[in-house]
């Protein structure tokens, strides 16, 4: 199937096939790398069994000096992304940067939950809850 084929008036957004809230073991690819707002942008495949083992879910960590919708702050992500970094047992090195940091550690392996929430055009997605990984069981 090319673009050349797709209809996009046909397709309907909410038929995207969510991963279920749950917990997932996941390992983290390679790839990661800051969009123009200064966001890392990365990706992990979940591992664990069942029907969502091999799905690719896309996770961002927001640049920590700059705000929200409401304004606040979002200094969130400096810890989420330290949680990541004890949960899969791997040191950063002093002087690197977290792009370059997660991509050495691609292959790692870290365990969270998902969650289903809905955005405020109506839209579902499946969320990782980054403030809350742990080693992978």
Do not use: H
Not at 18 to 44: E, H, M, Q, W
Not at 75 to 103: C, H, I, M, Y
């Amino acid at each position: 199937m090319s673009w050349t084929s797709i209809n996009l008036k046909e397709i309907n957004p909410a038929q995207l096939d969510l991963v279920a809230a749950g917990s997932y073991k996941f390992r983290l690819n390679p790839g990661a790398k800051y969009n123009d707002r200064g966001s890392i942008l990365a990706s992990a495949t979940i591992e664990s069994d069942g029907e969502f083992t091999g799905k690719r879910m896309l996770f961002s960590y927001p640049d920590p000096e700059s705000t929200d919708k409401n304004g606040k702050v979002q200094n969130w992500s400096s810890v989420a992304l330290k949680r990541l970094e004890v949960a899969t047992g791997q040191e950063v090195q002093d002087g690197e940067d977290p792009v370059a940091f997660l991509n050495r550690i691609a292959g790692s392996f870290f365990q969270t939950g998902v969650t289903v929430k809905e955005d405020e055009t109506g839209t579902k997605r499946s969320n990782l809850q980054l403030l809350n990984v742990k080693p992978a069981a």
